[in-house]
């Protein structure tokens, strides 16, 4: 459960400095549903930037802003459905975009419900603490732009080998920016780096993605009813909701299928890895390059019982797909010679390398399950490929320019070739297997008790009680405001 214990004297002095900057909190409720919020803030919103550091852009942390940089307030869900020509499977595979949150990620949702409910209690005082965001990428970033939306100092933390558009963005909105060595698959280098600023500094506050529940209560709450309206948009006459996918980061998107199977009980669960760490398909390590994701681990907060199959993707299939999508002479072939609509093939620049990866993931369900064209599987694209420029780059001073017949191969091989190999559907004891592997990184090392680790497993309310916790967190948000008197004299 999220400790929501009050300390006064700090909430005393969070409210008084969000009364001095101006700073109206949104709750849960009005991310899920922004025909909540009031409409002198979507007045206002008229006239700020999606990426503007503005307070106002706290009320852009959802799934259903209007697609447009500047000025825009909100509609339907941002998604989209991946045609069939592209994919090679019958069933629908939708997708909600990232790129239209602020910081073009969703991980600004996360974020938020890892910070708020520290600052609404007055846990954490922004006139002393500093927000510390250990991330594999875009946690941080959504981190550092909530610190300074809402008016307090951060530290972001990140690997170093992490793309060059994060570190620059970084060094303009975060406080300080700390890199440690290695890659996506190092997480361990910054869990010791935090536990350091831990030991050394008593003016930190650690929000580490991977266990904290705020960020479960986000997705489970935001993402999963998101994905619950995209599907009833789309869905016809005896279509199912057959699953959802996940590569699995923090974990804290697998929430909302918690959320979705709650909703549609026969839908599966799928979590993603990189095949070149296969952490929880085989207790495997390594390092990959679908940058997003963290691995060696499993998250505290992944509800593994409730997960039906683990998918690992090859790290060469997300990086050749990132050039065939966004290189001129890729869409051009995508559009003449697989006969994708163009206007479709525009769009694709929607998915960065783990919405790639997240698609990939929904064939393989869609094949292994032999799913029909009444079967909807649903995704998310975290960001877009605005995030990995230099990537493609990258890639093209490695492999030289990009022709037709490369683009033919790239489809070939790492799209219509993709198969249902490096995949397992879990049993109960392998799920017991994947969900026992928290021992040895969160009792042994991060100090979680035996008991807990248990409680996740056997207490039927342990994850459901920590999800309805957003009512009492939007109280509290609702006080905050109150107290701050901003709203009402709006």
Request: net charge negative; hydrophobic share 35%.
């Amino acid at each position: 459960m999220i400790d929501l214990t009050i300390h006064r004297d700090s909430l005393q002095r969070s409210i008084d400095r969000a009364r001095e900057k101006g700073i109206i909190i949104p709750t849960f409720a009005q991310m899920r549903n922004p025909d909540l919020i009031p409409d002198k803030i979507k007045e206002k919103l008229k006239s700020v930037g999606l990426w503007d550091l503005n307070p106002l852009n706290l009320f852009r942390i959802s799934w259903r802003n209007e697609p447009k940089e500047q000025g825009g307030t909100f509609g339907g869900v941002n998604f989209i459905e991946i045609p069939q020509v592209l994919t090679g499977v019958k069933a629908r595979i939708i997708l909600l975009t990232g790129k239209w949150f602020p910081t073009g990620c969703h991980k600004v949702g996360a974020s938020f419900g890892c910070l708020v409910p520290r600052l609404v209690t007055g846990q954490f005082d922004p006139t002393y603490h500093k927000a510390v965001w250990p991330s594999t990428g875009n946690y941080c970033r959504g981190g550092a732009f909530n610190s300074k939306l809402l008016a307090c100092d951060s530290i972001a933390i990140l690997p170093a080998e992490m793309s060059r558009e994060r570190f620059e963005w970084l060094s303009n909105i975060a406080g300080e920016v700390i890199a440690t060595p290695g890659c996506e698959s190092n997480v361990k280098e910054i869990f010791d780096k935090t536990k350091e600023l831990r030991e050394t500094r008593e003016d930190v506050m650690i929000f580490n993605q991977f266990e904290e529940m705020g960020n479960c209560v986000w997705h489970y709450q935001v993402t999963g009813k998101a994905i619950q309206d995209a599907f009833e948009s789309i869905k016809g006459e005896g279509d199912r909701f057959a699953g959802a996918c996940f590569t699995s980061g923090s974990a804290g998107t697998m929430s909302s299928g918690d959320y979705l199977k709650e909703q549609y009980p026969t839908a599966k669960l799928a979590v993603g890895e990189a095949l070149q760490c296969p952490t929880l398909l085989n207790n495997g390590f390594g390092g990959h390059r679908i940058e997003g994701i963290g691995d060696k681990h499993v998250p505290w907060i992944h509800n593994v019982k409730n997960t039906d199959m683990v998918i690992a993707i090859d790290d060469e299939d997300s990086q050749k797909l990132l050039r065939l999508f966004n290189d001129p002479v890729g869409k051009k072939y995508l559009v003449e010679e697989v006969g994708v609509p163009a206007d479709f093939v525009e769009k694709l620049s929607l998915l960065g390398i783990s919405g790639i990866a997240n698609m990939l993931c929904c064939i393989k369900m869609a094949k292994y399950y032999e799913l029909t064209e009444h079967d909807v599987v649903a995704t998310v694209g975290t960001d877009s490929a605005v995030m990995y420029q230099s990537r493609i780059k990258e890639l093209e001073e490695a492999d030289g320019a990009y022709t037709s017949n490369m683009a033919a191969a790239d489809y070939a091989e790492h799209l219509k070739g993709i198969r249902t190999d490096s995949m397992e559907e879990l049993t109960y004891e392998a799920r017991k297997r994947v969900h026992n592997l928290k021992y040895y990184t969160w009792v042994e090392q991060q100090g979680k008790t035996y008991e807990e680790i248990n409680q996740q497993w056997y207490d039927e309310h342990y994850w459901t009680d920590m999800h309805d916790q957003a009512k009492d967190i939007d109280e509290l948000i609702n006080e905050f405001n109150d107290a701050t008197g901003l709203l009402k004299n709006l």
